[in-house]
T-cell receptor, first 113, second 116 residues
Framework: QKEVEQDPGPLSVPEGAIVSLNCTYSNSAFQYFMWYRQYSRKGPELLMYTYSSGNKEDGRFTAQVDKSSKYISLFIRDSQPSDSATYLCAMSGRRSSASKIIFGSGTRLSIRP | DTAVSQTPKYLVTQMGNDKSIKCEQNLGHDTMYWYKQDSKKFLKIMFSYNNKELIINETVPNRFSPKSPDKAHLNLHINSLELGDSAVYFC???????????????FGPGTRLTVL
């Protein structure tokens, strides 16, 4: 079993829809939870991060972490064609740079105009 | 003024060859990483250096050897290339300390390696 599981998609939704992306994980030591966005032929870029359980909102994006269920989500409201990308969840146990980040396999999202 | 740059962007080579990928960051970060992303987009860490010292060394074949001449550069040398080495290799960097509560990793544009 992989430490982090993520549905690879692809997921295709019409412009303006609410998108829900999810990951599950098995390691209860994870405390930092991140979402990276990766456009085609580019490197990943950090979209949001959350420490421990709870919600975090940034514009149209909301990240949720439920540590009791080992489940994290990213919601995108009023989705735009420019949101079309691969979204990778990621997590680590410590803040230190010596702590590995474990990535999910990414969900490919396409927003239809 | 690219933050994390890699050369080359594309690398096509024959099996058995030796090749190097170079990475440079101008963000003043102390920590640099090499990741491998396979055809299914799975991103896996290979190595990490902090101030030129190896701190993460995942289970990769010893044909892969990282070298950090200074904290702004981290190169990856690959000996005796195999078909399975075909992937996109990403360099990344992060600050090892600072006011932010999380050390965000900044990724380079990637090097697409194809072994024939």
């Amino acid at each position: 079993q992989k430490e982090v599981e993520q549905d690879p998609g692809p997921l295709s939704v019409p412009e303006g829809a609410i998108v829900s992306l999810n990951c599950t994980y098995s390691n209860s030591a994870f405390q930092y939870f991140m979402w990276y966005r990766q456009y085609s032929r580019k490197g990943p870029e950090l979209l949001m991060y959350t420490y421990s359980s709870g919600n975090k909102e940034d514009g149209r994006f909301t990240a949720q972490v439920d540590k009791s269920s080992k489940y994290i989500s990213l919601f995108i409201r009023d989705s735009q064609p420019s949101d079309s990308a691969t979204y990778l969840c990621a997590m680590s146990g410590r803040r230190s740079s010596a702590s590995k980040i474990i990535f999910g396999s990414g969900t490919r999202l396409s927003i239809r105009p | 003024d690219t933050a994390v740059s890699q050369t080359p962007k594309y690398l096509v080579t024959q099996m058995g060859n030796d090749k190097s990928i170079k990475c440079e960051q101008n963000l003043g970060h102390d920590t640099m990483y090499w990741y491998k992303q396979d055809s299914k987009k799975f991103l896996k860490i290979m190595f990490s250096y902090n101030n030129k010292e190896l701190i993460i060394n995942e289970t990769v074949p010893n044909r892969f050897s990282p070298k950090s001449p200074d904290k702004a550069h981290l190169n990856l040398h690959i000996n005796s290339l195999e078909l399975g080495d075909s992937a996109v290799y990403f360099c990344a960097s992060s600050p090892s300390s600072g006011p932010s509560s999380y050390n965000e990793q900044f990724f380079g544009p990637g090097t697409r390696l194809t072994v024939l």
